[in-house]
């Protein structure tokens, strides 16, 4: 959001620059290699399958890789979630903070390298410009080949962040993304269904009629605020969805889902906007109902008590994660501590990972504690 802090310091705003590295879909058909990328070919959109050739991707495939992960990193109270699907190929979703002293930088490439065993990042998705999301792009650039970076084009703030993304991303391969566009990584499909305020159209074939609208509160607009413009996305594999929605705020998260649920049931649910008020409508999180909700949050970031209630109160959630505690609510407020990746008492940089098999079942593992619980999708 407008103004949200990092680990302590206030949050910066973008710009809008002139013309940028590569836009549009042309940038796509240089596929993933482009740029400084190399390495070998990764997934188109709409829907292509990817060749899984090259880079980390054969490298994995070859290894024998048979489910899609999903690791949350800890950049304490911003975004980077990193998806490993089967064939080997990687999308990361945000890159957290810039600066102090690369924590993020280095706990994403810990992820990509240690955790996921890649050696590449095929696409980058930029959900918005703000600095707890794309911050840590500007260091990731040049510390790890990345095929395509995707986001939803000009930004509707002022000031530096999207000046300093794009300069970063200068000579990469830049494809600026619509509602409806897809990546597939081999068997995994990833469906743009937000972006710079747009929706989806028409719903995906999952889309539902949603009984949580009649009645529901709404919020303001907010025209000139980067959250609702953010890039959402579902993935799909097999019969398992997974959402991540960025940070998506009520008013667009209310045309999202009303009255069509323009997405239909999810299995696993990132929070929206590390789980601000602002955002996570009950219209949107029950009519989704997931069966399992992971919220980003930082100790004193997010995880704002209302916000809890409507995830917690969701039809059909059967367990709810957290990055960290939040250290301001009450234990009402925080799920339980065994599903909790990051304590007061212990040393940040804990991950959340989910691990997907082909006939849906997935076991989310605690990196803290080494504990594991396993779900099955509807």
């Not at 810990?110 to 410009?129: C, E, G, N, P």
């Not at 391969?173 to 159209?201: N, S, W, Y």
Request: some cysteine; hydrophobic content about 35%; aromatic content about 6%.
């Amino acid at each position: 959001m407008a103004g949200e802090g990092g680990t302590g310091g206030g949050q910066g705003t973008g710009d809008s620059p002139g013309a940028p590295a590569t836009s549009g879909a042309s940038a796509v058909a240089g596929g993933a290699g482009g740029g400084a990328a190399g390495g070998g070919a990764a997934s188109g959109i709409a829907g292509a399958p990817g060749s899984g050739e090259g880079g980390s991707a054969g490298t994995l495939a070859a290894g024998g890789r048979s489910t899609l992960s999903i690791y949350w990193i800890d950049v304490e109270g911003g975004g980077a979630t990193l998806l490993v699907a089967p064939s080997g190929e990687t999308l990361l979703i945000d890159a957290g903070f810039p600066g102090n002293n690369d924590r993020d930088l280095n706990r994403v490439l810990s992820a990509v390298r240690d955790q996921a065993k890649a050696t590449r990042l095929d696409y980058v998705i930029t959900t918005h410009y703000h600095t707890d999301h794309v911050g840590g792009v500007t260091s990731l650039v040049g510390k790890i080949p990345v095929g395509q970076f995707w986001d939803h084009g000009e930004t509707v703030e002022s000031g530096a962040i999207y000046t300093n993304y794009v300069n970063a991303i200068a000579g990469q391969t830049r494809h600026i993304t619509k509602p409806g566009e897809k990546i597939a990584l081999g068997e995994v499909e990833i469906t743009v269904v937000t972006a710079a305020g747009q929706l989806i159209d028409p719903p995906l074939s999952t889309a539902i009629a949603n009984p949580h609208c009649s009645g529901a509160a709404m919020m303001p607009e907010r025209p000139t605020d980067e959250n609702p413009q953010s890039v959402g996305v579902v993935v799909r594999f097999g019969s398992f969805d997974f959402s991540d929605l960025g940070d998506l705020t009520w008013q667009a998260e209310d045309r999202l889902a009303c009255p069509t649920n323009r997405i239909g049931l999810i299995d696993l649910f990132q929070v929206n906007h590390h789980g601000l008020e602002i955002s996570n409508s009950p219209q949107l999180v029950h009519g989704l109902s997931p069966l399992v909700a992971v919220m980003n949050n930082g100790a004193t970031k997010g995880g704002s008590p209302k916000a809890f209630e409507v995830v917690m109160s969701s039809p059909g959630l059967q367990a709810l994660y957290q990055m960290h505690r939040a250290v301001s609510n009450d234990a009402a407020h925080n799920t339980d501590e065994a599903l909790i990746a990051n304590l007061p008492t212990s040393t940040d940089g804990a991950f959340l990972e989910a691990e997907v098999a082909r006939d849906g079942t997935f076991t989310i593992t605690n990196g803290r504690n080494n504990q594991s619980r396993t779900f099955k999708a509807r």
